[in-house]
């Protein structure tokens, strides 16, 4: 079983930054992905960004160079930097966990962001 914990959310104006962190506790994979996810308001559920243990990253296209996500702490805790945001980067934010050998998924409570024009 694993727990993620989340925080570094808040409420920011138009190109402000914000910090996430997410904190996975529990039986934790030698291999893994952890990300970031984000959802709005009648929206679905979309990647912002991943990182796998041995620092592969993917990102979303509409991050266009302002996030950056990092892992450290024996690679058990997450961090997504955000520059430069724009108000339609509103959402809440969870964090994700994935095994490569498993086909197992957990998730974070969320951390709601928002951004005011």
């Known amino acids: 079983q694993v727990q993620l914990v989340e925080s570094g959310g808040g409420s920011v104006q138009a190109g402000g930054s914000l910090t996430l962190v997410c904190t996975a506790s529990?039986?934790?994979?030698?291999?893994?992905?952890m990300g970031w996810y984000r959802q709005a308001p009648g929206r679905e559920r979309q990647l912002v960004a991943a990182?796998?243990?041995?620092?592969?990253?993917n990102y979303a296209d509409f991050v266009q160079g302002r996030f950056t996500i990092s892992r450290e702490y024996g690679d058990t805790t997450v961090y997504l930097r955000m520059n430069a945001l724009k108000p339609e980067d509103t959402a809440v934010y969870y964090c994700?966990?994935?095994?490569?050998?498993?086909?197992?998924?957990?998730w974070g409570q969320g951390t709601q962001v928002t951004v005011s024009s």
């Open positions: 994700n966990y994935r095994p490569l050998r498993d086909a197992s998924d957990y």
């Open positions: 529990g039986s934790i994979s030698s291999r893994n992905v």
């Open positions: 990182i796998f243990t041995g620092g592969v990253t």
